[in-house]
């Protein structure tokens, strides 16, 4: 049997949390399952004076942060199956790797400005130009906007 596989970024993040909790409800639609993943990397020198923490720990830390989250959106979506997994590596290259083969892979969004895509890059931009699967990038949730006195709206 065929079962519709959604791949998941997450990260800690409220935007990983969001993308997770559609990802988890688009699977209940659907009759799906979910496959949560946490990229990790450690970039210290093991056993330097310079590093703070090990391999160890850094993937102990991607581990719970993973944990809260897949929690958190079984809690909400019972019935869904989730597994989770924490991956060492660059995120974009270890989402699109487990998305191979998967009918979907959902990522959160941070909300960014310009000036943070330009200089730092995107994991959502480039898993969208190297995955070989549908992505769907959940945006950040935005405040309401109040109306100014004028009765005009201010556009972000």
């Given at each position: 049997m065929n079962t519709y596989r959604i791949v998941v970024g997450v990260d800690g993040s409220d935007g990983g949390d969001r993308a997770l909790r559609w990802a988890a409800q688009e699977a209940a639609k659907?009759?799906?399952?979910?496959q949560a993943v946490i990229a990790w990397t450690w970039d210290g020198i093991e056993g330097a004076v310079v590093a703070k923490t090990h391999p160890g720990e850094e993937q102990a830390r991607a581990e719970q942060a993973l944990s809260?989250?897949?929690?958190?959106?079984?809690?909400?979506?019972?019935?869904v199956i989730t597994a989770g997994e924490a991956i060492e590596g660059a995120p974009a290259k270890?989402?699109?790797?487990?998305?191979?083969?998967?009918?979907?892979?959902?990522?959160?969004?941070?909300?960014?400005?310009?000036?943070f895509h330009?200089?730092?890059?995107?994991?959502?931009?480039?898993?969208?130009r190297v995955a070989t699967c549908p992505v769907v990038v959940v945006p950040v949730a935005r405040p309401a906007v109040e109306p100014t006195d004028a009765g005009v709206v201010p556009v972000s």
């Open positions: 659907r009759g799906g399952t979910v809260r989250s897949v929690i958190a959106a079984t809690t909400a979506f019972p019935t270890v989402l699109t790797g487990a998305a191979a083969g998967a009918d979907l892979l959902v990522l959160g969004s941070h909300g960014h400005g310009r000036l330009v200089v730092l890059g995107s994991v959502a931009e480039e898993c969208i």
